[in-house]
């Protein structure tokens, strides 16, 4: 497509719409990059820290963890899908260590603060949610230091901050939608901003402007976590309608009253009943002769005038 467009342009083929020529072979440009880092950070999320937290607080991962069962003992196959709970409240710690507020460390002994940084629970979830990705917030350096010390934080990348706003995902729910009406799907605050921990290898590879659709879930301290992400997609991604929902719009409903509604189902069944009575060429069939007209004899030829024909055929 690009080089298409090069031709256009080159050529000057229409000069009046080369600012739409150039628009759309810098979507080619966009897209040499980032559709390939999309389904790169598709594999990647949510991301350990994320699936550490579903699988402690009841997400979508709780449960899923088969790593330990007899039948993959062994098995060098990397099946294992989900993270042991042990090692999900391990992951989570760590990212609370480095991460996590005051508020998390004031209360008690070290034994006491383990406890309450994993006593928390899901109070809101919102599935198919869409999110943009406004902001990337990269590891702090103290953080990545204490993960690459002997005695640092386990073997898990340090985290950093993906900041997303939700944003109306294009669809054709408003096709038939009147002038003026909103979506209940898609009436959300767009000063509302999402705030989620990711290990910097995915931050690395995500980009301003990245669509993601997921679950989201909010737990008792207000902390995000990404519970199940469903899709990502590009900065440009957008649908495009074709020319029938281009032409449609919205029309005043009418009161039909049961003897009009009445009228119109008789014309319809006319209408069908006609269609049957006609062949494919537009003439009223005949009913089929009961004797077959290739067994009739000569005389009966004779007299319908196809004895003309079948001496043609003999000869």
């Known amino acids: 497509m690009r080089n298409f467009y090069n031709y256009i342009l080159h050529h000057s083929v229409c000069p009046e719409y080369n600012d739409s020529i150039l628009a759309a072979r810098h979507i080619c440009d966009l897209a040499d990059k980032e559709l390939y880092q999309t389904h790169k950070v598709l594999r990647l999320l949510p991301g350990k820290f994320n699936t550490a937290c579903s699988t402690i607080f009841g997400g979508y991962y709780k449960g899923m963890y088969v790593g330990d069962a007899s039948w993959v003992d062994n098995d060098d196959a990397g099946i294992a899908v989900g993270l042991s709970p042990d090692e999900a409240a391990k992951i989570f710690k760590y990212g609370v260590a480095a991460l996590g507020t005051d508020d998390d460390f004031v209360r008690g002994d070290a034994e006491e603060i383990q406890r309450n940084i994993l006593n928390h629970a899901i109070t809101d979830i919102q599935h198919g949610i869409s999110l943009e990705v406004v902001q990337i917030i990269p590891a702090d350096l103290d953080h990545v230091a204490l993960h690459n010390t002997k005695r640092g934080l386990g073997k898990g990348q340090a985290l950093g901050m993906l900041i997303c706003r939700p944003y109306c995902k294009p669809n054709f ?9 909103v979506n209940a799907s898609n009436a959300r605050e767009e000063e509302t901003t999402y705030e989620f921990w990711l290990e910097q290898h995915i931050l690395d590879t995500s980009f301003v402007g990245m669509k993601i659709e997921a679950s989201v879930a909010t737990l008792s301290n207000n902390m995000q976590f990404l519970d199940h992400v469903v899709a990502v997609r590009c900065s440009f991604y957008t649908l495009l309608y074709n020319d029938f929902l281009l032409m449609t719009k919205w029309k005043e409903p009418k009161e039909i009253t049961r003897e009009e509604a009445m009228r119109k189902k008789k014309e319809k069944e006319e209408w069908r009943d006609s ?15 009961e004797v077959d007209v290739f067994h009739v004899d000569l005389e009966d030829k004779k007299e319908e005038g196809l004895l003309d024909l079948v ?4 000869d």
């Open 275 to 289: 269609l049957e009575s006609t062949n494919d060429d537009g003439l009223v069939s005949r009913p089929k002769p």
């Open 173 to 181: 729910d408003t096709t038939d939608l009147p002038p003026g009406h």
């Open 311 to 314: 001496e043609e055929d003999v």
